[in-house]
């Protein structure tokens, strides 16, 4: 069964014949492309990241009273 989002989409563009799958990922794949593009900077090069958690005192390995 997909997820509630996917058939969202699915009955939407069963509703509209004229709307391809084709024409629906052409629009989409920036969005996609955009968060790869984040997500491989995040995973791979963490530091900036966690940089505002660490400011704020709330990362790893900090000297916080307990």
């Not at 996917?6 to 004229?18: A, N, T, V």
């Not at 968060?35 to 660490?54: D, E, G, I």
């Amino acid at each position: 069964m997909p997820s509630a989002g996917r058939r969202h989409s699915i009955c939407r563009l069963r509703g509209r014949p004229e709307v391809t799958i084709e024409q629906v990922l052409r629009r989409i794949w920036p969005f996609y492309a955009v968060m790869f593009a984040v997500l491989m900077p995040v995973t791979y090069w963490p530091q900036p990241s966690l940089w505002l958690p660490r400011v704020l005192g709330l990362g790893l390995g900090t000297n916080r009273e307990q």
